[in-house]
DNA sequence: ATCAGCACCTGTTGGC
DNA sequence: TGCCAACAGGTGCTGA
């Protein structure tokens, strides 16, 4: 599911709705574990009153006194929900209890998704590269590339260069940038390395606005869709006219991920 | 240093 | 209608 749009969006929604609370209760699935790789045990955040909610790259950080930190990964189908109403949630891996009686809910269909708690920087410790918004990153693109052989992509993809872009968002930002996904990122020109960042943060930045591309699984932390799918361009969109030339759009598989793209604008 | 392949899970969809 | 394979927004491991 949750690429940087759909993160984002649960991160900024949850921060007025978590700051100043205090958690009083974790309750987590075991089998197979929710909870894995933390420095610290879960119950360290019992007790503890919640600063700040935040992203960073694909993760949602929840912020503690002292450093501590929890940091909530949903993979592909996993939904982080805020009070959602009485009753079981289905498909629950971890409740959070909050001293003003909400609930954190996070549930989770196919069990990948992941949480762990742990103290200091969130970046280092969770190994993830620079954020696509960052400033800095204009200057530094053209050393992160050069001389990898790697396609586009997948280099795209790969949380430890840019943290945050996923399958959709790679495919829809090469296609604004008119670069096709399986180009050897280390042979992008300098315009075409320009063009990806700018496309880049254009589609991700809209994509925030529109909430999100709930393509399947995502909600927000109210439970509600997004809308953004309705204006993805190349994405699910194979054998359908591309939207500026009428090319049909291609699927291809790259990096074991199906990946979209217009073989006329794309070069 | 890469990278294909598979593993982790469950649900939905499309073809025959 | 029924069955089965393919596929799904992500990552991490293994072995070539």
């Excluded at 309750?27 to 420095?39: C, E, K, L």
């Excluded at 954190?104 to 196919?110: G, I, K, T, Y």
């Excluded at 996923?166 to 315009?191: D, H, M, Q």
Aim: proline share 6%; glycine share 10%; aromatic share 8%.
């Amino acid at each position: 599911m949750p690429e940087l749009p759909e993160v984002e969006t649960i991160a900024r929604d949850l921060a007025p709705l978590l700051r100043g609370r205090r958690v009083v209760s974790v309750h987590a699935a075991r089998q197979p574990p929710v909870f894995v790789g933390g420095s610290l045990a879960p119950r360290t955040i019992v007790g503890r009153r919640i600063r700040d909610v935040s992203r960073t790259g694909k993760f949602i950080i929840v912020e503690f006194d002292e450093e501590v930190r929890l940091a909530v990964h949903l993979r592909m189908t996993g939904n982080l929900l805020f009070n959602p109403p009485a009753g079981p949630v289905r498909y629950t891996r971890a409740t959070f209890g909050l001293d003003n009686g909400a609930r954190l809910v996070f549930a989770d269909v196919r069990k990948f998704g992941r949480m762990r708690v742990f103290r200091g920087d969130a970046r280092a410790t969770l190994g993830v590269g620079i954020d696509p918004f960052a400033p800095e990153l204009d200057a530094r693109l053209a050393e992160l590339v050069r001389g990898r052989r790697t396609p586009v992509k997948s280099w795209l993809l790969d949380q430890r260069h840019i943290a945050g872009v996923g399958n959709i968002y790679a495919c829809e930002a090469l296609y604004y940038a008119g670069v096709r996904p399986k180009k050897r990122v280390g042979k992008l020109s300098l315009r075409e390395r320009a063009m990806l960042l700018t496309a880049l943060r254009r589609v991700l930045h809209k994509a925030i606005r529109h909430r999100g591309s709930s393509v399947d699984d995502y909600v927000d932390a109210e439970g509600k869709a997004g809308r953004f799918q309705n204006s993805l361009a190349v994405y699910g969109r194979a054998g359908m006219p591309c939207r500026r030339c009428g090319t049909l759009i291609r699927r291809i598989v790259l990096a074991q991920r199906g990946t979209f793209y217009c073989p006329t604008c794309q070069v």
